[in-house]
């Protein structure tokens, strides 16, 4: 069968290695998921989303895999730089409303 | 202003003082969300307006939280009799309107540390 990350509080990478990072999320009925970035002192930042009639998603750097089966999401970053250090948040939400749910965040440290 | 705009950055009270946090969205959004973020954890809904109207408090703690939005720009969170569990950093984001069709801007948040 297909395999599922674990949601890792922390992740260790070295630079210029590629991080995965896992989200489970809760609700079935949500269609729409964020990933946002958020650096010490500062709110989250978006990096890239995902609606339910889609499995991938790429930007700069940055792809969202969405496996609705088991409501699971992940965030690959490819390359990871020093810049990257942060924590990263999964946040859903369904389309007729306009609360973000958060999962529990995932400290991403880059190892120079 | 081209971000969202919190104020103060860092507020330091006592347990059962009055505060107020106030929120800039930016200029246009009609939609204001403030969220609370206890240490290590994600940011949780507490209140959502559109335009001058409390449009769902759901996640107001209690009665103690009280947010306003007068002219449908500027927000002021203010928290009466404040607690020790209160400290956290609480959030503002604004969007164009509601919902996941338009993004979701967070401030930088204010650190209420409630001593």
């Known amino acids: 069968g297909e395999s599922v990350g674990l949601h890792l509080p922390t992740l260790s990478v070295q630079e210029g290695d590629n991080s995965i990072i896992n989200c489970a999320y809760s609700n079935s009925a949500s269609d729409y998921f964020i990933w946002y970035k958020q650096e010490s002192g500062k709110g989250p930042q978006f990096i890239i989303d995902i609606r339910s009639n889609m499995d991938k998603r790429q930007g700069q750097r940055v792809t969202v895999l969405l496996n609705k089966t088991v409501k699971h999401l992940s965030l690959q970053i490819a390359a990871t730089q020093p810049g990257d250090s942060a924590v990263y948040f999964c946040?859903?939400?369904?389309?007729?409303?306009?609360?973000?749910?958060f999962g529990a965040g995932t400290t991403v440290t880059v190892r120079a | 202003g081209a971000g969202v705009s919190q104020t103060p950055s860092n507020k330091v009270t006592e347990k059962g003082k009055y505060v107020e946090l106030r929120c800039d969205p930016i200029?246009?959004?009609?939609?204001l969300y403030w969220y609370r973020q206890s240490l290590g954890q994600g940011p949780e809904f507490l209140i959502y307006f559109q335009g001058t109207g409390a449009a769902d408090d759901s996640g107001l703690p209690n009665d103690r939280f009280f947010a306003v939005r007068p002219e449908g720009s500027v927000s002021t969170l203010k928290i009466q009799r404040t607690e020790r569990g209160d400290s956290a950093v609480y959030l503002c984001a604004s969007s164009l309107m509601a919902g996941p069709n338009y993004g979701y801007t967070f401030g930088s948040g204010t650190r209420l540390t409630v001593v």
């Open positions: 946040a859903e939400l369904t389309s007729n409303d306009y609360k973000l749910s």
């Open positions: 200029s246009g959004h009609t939609a």
